[in-house]
């Protein structure tokens, strides 16, 4: 199929065909879109990372049964890798909006070789399950489109997580954005307005095999899609023909009280009280003064301390269950038994029915957060309390108003005294800028307007003071601090060190370059801090570190299987693509290593660390410096020997960290009791032997999928390639991960002797600038 063709469905729903988004022409895009709805809508993407710029494209169907799209040029931008291979693959789009590959053959004309609908995007359609495949390994989820004509990824995705009793989670990069919750038998918990209605039946299927959410229209004539939007709204749109245009049916967000932890622990929020937040019964404000200000990220304490044998349970009603992340559900006994349960384990908080209609037992042992009150659709909550704080109904409804009372007048009070204190912050802001904060201006001036700036008070009070229990570690720039802000976000802060071989140059180039990326696969800066001599960065917190900590480790080691280090290697590729392709900017990297690989908590990894970055022009490729940084093991022939570097400079890089998380080896520093070669070396000669499986590292065994392994170690080779000229561009290291089409063979290797091929290379380049000493103290600066 070429451009301007299309395939459409059997009964003329949908239609498959390249496509440009308005205000983009020269973006060029498969999709598949409802045919008879005038306002074009587009529905599934398929290279939504990678749009080519010509002005035709290709879709073709290869003999593995793999579908392709190539550009004008016969360049591949995208391929769906289907799962398994057949003689006689067949592509077709089917009346429900599934673009599926099946096998042609006439004896199993229904074998699904590949399908759309287990890549979603940003809508959901009838029949399509949103979750996990618990036997494949399979999460199906949406993400937002980045705007509302650029189909590349947004900020914003939706899924189910499968800790403690799984969730719907609408997620902002890896923050929770809202929570729905956990599925109670009717609907998810924080989503009561999912009720029984005349245009679709809704299900959630949880069992060993399965876990998902989905739904089916009751009338065929109904047009009805659920998406997540570039703001991250979980919106349900009905076409109507009488107006010609989508209406909104209902959404999530829907309100402040939908806002994750708004209230903090142990309180709860409801839209139709001022404040929205109160603390739960027998609990108090964690800090009064923050909470009187309407700052309730702290949440809220008990006021009188368990003492387990005595305590008891209050009950209450109509609300959303707190977050299940940690919570732990027997789904075969009754809430009598239930109760009986939580009062024998002293450290049982709450319970409640896990089935709204009566039945099951949900238990929680952490920090009850994320409630809200229902007027309706709610379900009851029993929370453990000290029997003192157990007093009658009567009194205690009392007690609650004479508190509403005096927190209507405090605010009052407090709001006056909080535009004093705006005032006052506004005119010392003013009077620092007019100081000579120019470090501050000039990363203002030329960084994102969005830049948060920190005052060096609320750094200290979140790194309690850089106490060293809270420091994380040390790199060249500095020491790095884990920090908690006041509305509870974790955070990393560095702090750039006097001993630094860094300054001012790299501490404003990081900020000015990294605060105009957004990519899931690159760490979040979320501002900085400039006061007298302190220079710091804050980013989002990684609570699993850097990736040199798993793959360099026996211990974490064995805790990265074959499956994450994959996914780890892809969004390492994909990050890179943006740097050098789709961001605003074209960026070099520069220091790309294991080091500089962030892991969040889903493992998901994260590029960091820009201070040696450079950016280049749309039409440059070649950069020189005499001035050659970064890390011996990770850097390129061209740039450590004549300071060239260009994208295939972190190409190279890209492919050392494939094989040194493959092998579990350290490039650098690696000794074979054969040779004396390298890792890359050590790869090469593997390759060349046809023993590549023999560099997989041991702590996998054989729990691997052979062919992935042979190709990112194929990858990696082809990456690491002595001649710039020779390695492929990160567009192509993409579409060869996902992919089974064949690779080329790769070439020799650039430095893939540690000890002599370097000093071989280096003189024969030139001659009388390199020696031994040399590489560590005059040239490269290890970081």
Known sequence: ??????????????????????????????????????????????????????????????????????????????????????????????????????????????????????????????????????????????????????????????????????????????????????????????SPQLKPNPLFNFMYVSNEHEIYYSYELKNSSIVSRLILSEQGGLNRYVWIDRTQSWTLFFGVPTDQCDTYQLCGPYASCNINNYPVCACLEGFVPKSPTDWKASDWSDGCVRRTQLDCHSDGFQKHAEMKLPDTSSSWVDKSIGLMECEELCRRNCSCLAYANSDIRGSGCLLWFDNLIDMREFT??????????????????????????????????????????????????????????????????????????????????????????????????EGGFGPVYKGILLDGQEVAVKRLSETSGQGRKEFKNEVILIAKLQHRNLVKLLGCCIEGDEKMLIYEYMPNKSLDSFIFGETRGKLLDWHMRFHIIAGIARGLLYLHQDSRLRIIHRDLKASNVLLDSDMNPKISDFGLARTFGKDQTVAKTKRVVGTYGYMSPEYAVDGHFSVKSDVFSFGVLVLEIVSGKRNRGFCHSDHGHNLLGHGWRLWMEERPLELVDSLLQSSFSESQVLRCINIGLLCVQRSPADRPDMSAVVVMLGSESSLPEPKQPGFYTERNSFEAESSSSKEGKWSRNEISTTLIEPR
Request: some cysteine.
């Open 1 to 190: 199929m070429k451009d301007g063709d299309t395939l459409i469905s059997a009964d003329g729903t949908f239609e498959l065909g390249f496509f440009s988004p308005d205000n983009s022409s020269s973006r060029i895009y498969l999709g598949i879109w409802y045919r008879r709805i005038p306002i074009r809508t587009v529905i599934w993407v398929a290279n939504r990372a990678t749009p080519f710029l010509s002005t035709s494209g290709v879709l073709q169907v290869n003999e593995e049964g793999s579908i392709i799209v190539l550009n004008s040029t016969n360049g591949t931008v995208w391929s769906s890798n289907s799962s398994r291979s057949t003689q006689n693959p067949v592509a077709k789009l089917l009346d429900s909006g599934n673009l599926v590959v099946k096998d042609g053959n006439g004896s199993n004309p229904e074998n699904i070789l590949w399908q759309s609908f287990d890549f979603p995007y940003d809508t959901l359609l009838p029949d399509m399950k949103l979750g996990w495949n618990l036997d494949t390994r399979m999460n199906r989820f949406l993400t937002s489109w980045k705007s509302i004509d650029d189909p590349s990824m947004g900020d914003f995705s939706c899924l189910i997580k499968l800790g403690g009793v799984p969730q719907l989670f609408i997620m902002k990069g890896d923050t929770v954005h809202t929570r729905s919750g956990s599925w109670n038998g009717l609907q998810f918990t924080g």
């Open 376 to 473: 309706e659709g709610g379900q009851d909550l029993y929370i453990r309390l000290a029997a003192s704080e157990l007093a009658p109904v009567e009194a205690k409804g009392q007690s609650n108003k004479k508190r509403k009372i005096a927190i209507i007048v405090s605010s009052l009070t407090l709001a006056m005294g909080m535009l004093s204190l705006g005032l006052f912050f506004y005119m010392r802001n003013q009077q620092l800028l007019q100081e000579g904060f120019t470090e501050q201006t000039d990363i203002e001036d030329h960084g994102d307007n969005e830049l948060h700036t920190f005052d060096l008070t609320t750094i200290k009070n979140a790194t309690n003071n850089f106490s060293s229990n809270n420091k994380l570690g």
